[in-house]
């Protein structure tokens, strides 16, 4: 099993950073795809950011040029840098990875409990 925890949410004023990060643990031969997807009261569950193993990314069109995603495969740990934050960037953000335990096991889905972001305006 892959466990994953996010940290470095709060409480920012609108134009301020935040970094979040996802530290993945448990039993992980190999982390492919790792995303952040974030949840606004009321609304749906939405992709933010993606990164490949290969660290290609892509970015929904709402956080281009603001949000940056990366990885640190060392560390099983991935980031998701976010700048010039807006009030409609309020939202429980969630780490997802898809992740195997064995050479010989299949790719599992796993997401983090999530963490709160709120932007003042």
């Known amino acids: 099993q892959v466990q994953l925890v996010e940290s470095g949410g709060g409480l920012v004023q609108a134009g301020g950073s935040l970094r979040l990060s996802c530290a993945a643990s448990?039993?992980?031969?190999?982390?492919?795809?790792m995303a952040w997807y974030r949840q606004a009261p009321g609304k749906q569950r939405e992709l933010v950011a993606t990164i490949t193993s290969g660290d290609s990314t892509n970015y929904a069109d709402s956080v281009k040029g603001r949000f940056t995603i990366s990885r640190d495969n060392a560390k099983n740990t991935g980031y998701l840098q976010m700048s010039v934050l807006k009030p409609e960037d309020t939202a429980v953000y969630y780490c997802n990875a898809n992740a195997k335990s064995t050479p010989v096991t299949r790719w599992n889905n796993y997401w983090g409990q999530g963490t709160q972001v709120t932007v003042s305006s």
């Open positions: 448990g039993s992980i031969f190999s982390i492919n795809m």
